[in-house]
């Protein structure tokens, strides 16, 4: 089936004081996605689970943004990421998104976690461009496995001409 | 896991009973620690469909508080900060507590840095006790060096008095003619005898500074002790750390 990723260009939003929230199995099919998403995304909760995730997926996106978010959460550790995502009709909403993976009784990583809130506006602004600038080097190159060869060292480096961690500069662009 | 739930919605709808059975096993999964659980598929047309959301989204934010402040903690465990709990999306008990954290972060990056910085302090004290340390131990060799001089000094001064003593048997012998002699060699001798009790004074002198430099050293030796006992419990309290992180990790 062909995916649609046509776009309005309406942007849609939540509340400041809720959360889009889903989980998903270790390969990233939603195993729960709770109200507020179906709401936002404009998809029931049948049309969602058992769906790869990336059914919200924004071409605006730039992959490696993804390819580290599976790196950090497979190794076990937490990711934030600021993500624009697609809604079924076509409109988008950003998120700042938290993903973590969750333990069974023997320490193994059975399940992925994630919370969505609102980003902060600032944020986004400095977002924006970087993904902007990302997304060009990645539509240079044909397979994404060459995409995110390329982009990732761009954000890296990004981050290191900083001297901030992944971490520390998120944490700077919401505080 | 036991989100996942076969049924296929609009093929059959359940009775309340099947939604009470629902909400219980959720709900007694929660209050076994398991976050994950939630009740699916909810028929919006059941007279329960607004009391399983809610449970639905109590869940959500039990289990999104919990990750948001258990990833914080995990970072202070591990010497990291700047991790706070996002606040924005929790209200009431949950807000006031992301807050407490928060500020008991802020205390542990404060106190952290202050930490630090005392420790750079007390290896420059480290630094500047060692070279005393050096410089008292010259001290205390070049005592002793002069000590073996005085050997030197008081045998030269006794073979003084000898020559003197010999001078004057020898002056005496030749009468009238050595008298001038004789009187040399008695002033030789009286020299030779000052040069031998100043000798002794010094040396008394050289024994106290002796006697200074080593409680000197002693004292020094002690600090550094103090100091060294003092960084290694700094290193263990960290180590104690890493053991307790472990948990935190995992949950
Ligand atoms: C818990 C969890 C939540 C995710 N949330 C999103 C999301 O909101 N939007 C998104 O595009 N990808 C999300 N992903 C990543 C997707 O799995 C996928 O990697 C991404 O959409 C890129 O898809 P693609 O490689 O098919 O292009 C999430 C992954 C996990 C594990």
């Keep these: 089936m062909a995916r649609d990723w046509s776009l309005t260009g309406n942007e849609r939003f939540f509340d400041h004081d809720e ?19 179906q709401r936002v995304a404009l998809y029931t909760e049948e049309e969602l689970l058992g769906k790869s995730h990336n059914i919200v997926r924004h071409p605006d996106m730039p992959r490696c943004v993804f390819k580290f978010l599976w790196d950090r959460i497979s190794t076990g550790h937490e990711v934030f990421a600021y993500v624009v995502n697609r809604c079924k009709n076509g409109d988008y909403y950003w998120v700042f ?12 990583i059975v399940s992925y976690h994630s919370s ?24 240079r190159y044909r397979t994404p496995r060459e995409q995110w060869e390329a982009s990732l060292p761009a954000l890296v480096g990004k981050l290191e001409s900083l001297g901030l961690s992944y971490d520390e500069l998120i944490f700077t662009l919401c505080a | 896991m036991t989100t996942m739930n076969h049924t296929k919605p609009g093929q059959k709808s359940y009775d309340d009973t099947h939604w009470v059975k629902e909400a219980t096993r959720v709900c007694l999964s929660a209050s076994n620690g398991d976050l994950e659980a939630r009740v699916l598929h909810i028929d919006n047309g059941s007279k329960l469909a ?30 990291m900060y700047f991790r706070r709990v996002l606040p924005h999306g929790f209200r009431g008990s949950f807000e ?24 750079g302090e007390r290896d420059e004290l480290v630094e500047d006790i060692k070279t005393a340390k050096e410089v008292s131990g010259l001290l205390d060799q070049a005592t002793r060096d002069i000590e073996q001089m005085f050997a030197v000094i008081s045998d030269i001064a006794n073979r003084t ?25 008695s002033e030789v001798s009286k020299l030779a005898q000052q040069s031998t009790s100043l000798t002794k004074q010094i040396q008394q002198n050289v024994i106290s500074i002796r006697q200074v430099s080593s409680q000197t ?8 002790e103090v100091l060294d006992r003092q960084v290694v419990q700094a290193q263990e309290a960290t180590l104690n750390l890493k053991d307790v992180k472990a948990p935190a990790r995992a949950a």
Excluded at chain 1, 19 to 37: L, M, P
């Design chain 2, 50 to 79: 607004p009391m399983l959301h809610a449970i639905n989204q109590m869940l959500d934010l039990t289990d999104a508080f919990v990750r948001e402040a258990g990833a914080s903690l995990a970072f202070a465990s591990d010497g």
């Design chain 1, 116 to 139: 969505r809130r609102v980003p902060d506006a600032g944020a986004l602004e400095q977002i924006k461009p970087l993904y902007r600038e990302l997304l060009d080097i990645e539509q």
């Design chain 1, 97 to 108: 998104a938290h993903v973590t993976p969750t333990y069974n009784e023997h320490g193994r």
């Design chain 2, 96 to 119: 006031r507590t992301a807050a407490t954290i928060n500020n008991a972060t802020i205390r542990m990056d404060h106190d952290a840095k202050e930490l630090k910085q005392a420790q």
């Design chain 2, 217 to 224: 050293i002693n004292s020094i030796e002690r600090i550094l």
């Design chain 2, 161 to 185: 008095n000898m020559v003197a003593l010999n001078a004057t048997i020898e002056a005496a012998r030749v009468g009238e003619a050595g008298r001038g002699f004789a009187v040399v060699a």
């Design chain 1, 19 to 37: 959360i889009i929230v889903s989980k998903t199995d270790t390969k990233g099919r939603i195993t729960y996605a709770n109200e507020v998403f």
